[in-house]
Structures are given as structure tokens and as C-alpha cells.
């Protein structure tokens, strides 16, 4: 399964908030984004569960009125969507211009099309460009999926993913604090802080990638003096890279969530550390565009 950015996806390894709530409770601070995750969500716009296949949250999405079709949610992915070149030829979507992507290491020219209405319940977006392309040609059946909900199709609320519950809510009327315990700020999406042993670094937070953690060379030889062993060729979306793997004793922290003796993936070429959807799974991931902050729950 492809490493991408915007869909990042390793084809080696290749949530709702608990019910649990975005009011304060009175006996924490008010400010504690985590505090959110305690309660249940006030008028949500929208509350759905979600299937898990090797980390990658899928759920179901409307198309132009039709459907539903099996769409996945990737946070490493820009702009509002994708499409399979699967769903533009089964809804005759016609080709409408051009864009470039990225992967990370390589760019490449892609073709998108025009979507009328793309609907997951309640919350609709209209009239949206997305880039498409095979997506599936390197997924297993039971992975297959037809399209992905990209950053910007939440950017207006919080969204909020369980994955020990498997259930995702999204809300305009709420909203994570700017500053506080448990607060992550960002300035690109959605790089937050990462601590792994002594060492602080920025990592790239994307629900779309099947692995735990992708680290830059560089980087593992600062955080651990562990062999490497062979893994393969990775693919990106534009490119194939060379990877290894090992274990990183850690801890490897991300707000309240603590790991170790993780297994991770090392490429000399991935220019960034990657936090993928297997290290996500017993957290409540709660991130807010509009306040350019993300909270990491347990």
C-alpha cells in the first residue's frame, strides 16, 4: 500500500470521542484539551462509527447523491478529497484539469475531476475539485476503497477520531483551546511536537499510513544506535524508496500518549519523521484548523 502524500501509505506494514465530551469538566481545567475528550459532544454536526483495516480509518460517503461508497480518512492528505479512478468511471466524472502532488521525495502531474455534492452524513461539501488516480492498484481486496476524506473536508470544525471505540465526531460550535495542558500548536499541517527519548522533533500526524513511525535517517541514528534490518522497497505515491526497520526503545511521547519499544520503518530518502495510524491506536486524536491545534488523548 502506497506511502502518499497527500495519502501517505507504506506498502510494507503495507473515534469519536469516546462518547466522551467536548465540555469542560468541572473538575478539570477548562483549558485542558484533553478535558474534552470526557464528556459527550454537545449537538454534534456529525457522529459515525468507522472500520479499522491495518490502521486506516473507513467509513461510508456519498457521492453526487450516490453511493454510499467506502471512502478512507487520511490527515496527511491536502484539499478536500480523492478519488479512485474506479469512482470517476463508475459516476462518469468527467476529467476537469490538472494538478501536481507530492509524495514527499518526488512530484508528478495528476489529473482531477469535478464533484457536485460529497456528503459523510450531515456535513456536505459542493461543487469540490479532487485529484484522481488508480489508488488501489497495490491494496490487498479487503483495503480497497473508492475514495479519502482529505484535511480540508473538516478544516471548519473539530474533528475528532476514537479509535479504541472506532468512532469519529465533527463539530462547527466547538473547539480545542488555543494554549493549556495537552494543547499541540502547529504552523504546517499537522507537524506537532514529538518526543523520542531525549530528543524533541516535529512529526508529520497522517491517519492515512499503515505504520507506526517513518524516521529520516538521520534521525534514528540520533535516537538509537539499534542494527537495521532490510525492508524493502517502499512505495510512495510518485516513487519507490528503500527502507529498513527496527525497534526504537523510546519513550516515544505525543501529548498523552507514551510508547516503547516501538517498531519503525527508516528511510535515507523520507525527508520528515511520519506518525502513522498503527501508532494512533489506543489514542483519541482531536484536531481543530481553525485554532491550528491538535490533542493526542488516553
Not at 480540508?152 to 480545542?176: A, C, E, H, K, W
Amino acid at each position: 500500500m502506497p506511502l502518499r502524500a497527500p495519502l501517505l501509505c507504506f506498502v510494507f506494514a503495507c473515534s469519536l470521542l469516546s462518547s466522551g465530551a467536548l465540555a469542560a469538566d468541572a473538575s478539570e481545567p477548562a483549558d485542558d484539551a484533553c478535558a474534552l475528550a470526557s464528556r459527550p459532544l454537545r449537538a454534534p454536526d456529525l457522529q459515525v462509527p468507522f472500520d479499522i483495516v491495518d490502521g486506516r480509518i473507513y467509513l461510508q460517503v456519498q457521492v453526487n447523491g450516490r453511493g454510499p461508497f467506502r471512502f478512507a480518512v487520511d490527515t496527511g492528505a491536502s484539499g478536500i478529497g480523492r478519488a479512485d479512478s474506479r469512482l470517476a468511471t463508475t459516476l462518469d466524472l468527467l476529467l476537469h484539469g490538472q494538478a501536481t502532488t507530492s509524495d514527499g521525495v518526488s512530484s508528478a502531474s495528476v489529473q482531477t475531476v469535478r464533484i457536485d455534492s460529497l456528503a459523510l452524513g450531515a456535513v456536505v461539501r459542493r461543487d469540490v475539485e479532487v485529484i484522481t488516480r488508480d489508488y488501489n492498484a497495490h491494496n490487498a481486496p479487503e483495503a480497497a476503497f473508492m475514495g479519502i476524506l482529505g484535511r480540508g473536508f473538516f478544516g471548519d470544525g473539530l474533528l475528532v477520531i476514537d479509535y479504541p471505540r472506532r468512532m469519529l465526531s465533527f463539530s462547527r460550535t466547538q473547539q480545542l483551546p488555543t494554549q493549556g495542558p495537552n494543547v499541540l500548536r502547529y504552523e504546517q499541517a499537522f507537524r506537532v511536537p514529538v518526543r523520542i527519548g531525549r530528543e524533541q522533533v516535529l512529526g508529520q500526524l497522517d491517519t492515512g499510513a499503515n505504520v507506526s513511525f517513518v524516521l529520516p535517517r538521520v534521525l534514528y541514528d540520533t535516537v538509537s544506535a539499534r542494527p537495521l534490518e532490510a525492508a524493502g522497497r517502499s512505495r510512495l505515491t510518485n516513487s519507490q524508496v528503500e527502507a529498513q526497520r527496527a525497534t526504537v526503545q523510546g519513550p516515544i511521547e505525543i501529548g498523552q500518549l507514551r510508547l516503547a519499544d516501538v517498531e519503525v520503518r527508516v528511510s535515507a530518502k523520507y525527508p520528515e519523521l511520519l506518525i502513522g495510524a498503527h501508532a494512533l491506536q489506543q489514542a483519541v486524536v482531536l484536531i481543530d484548523q481553525r485554532a491550528r491545534a491538535v490533542a493526542i488523548c488516553r
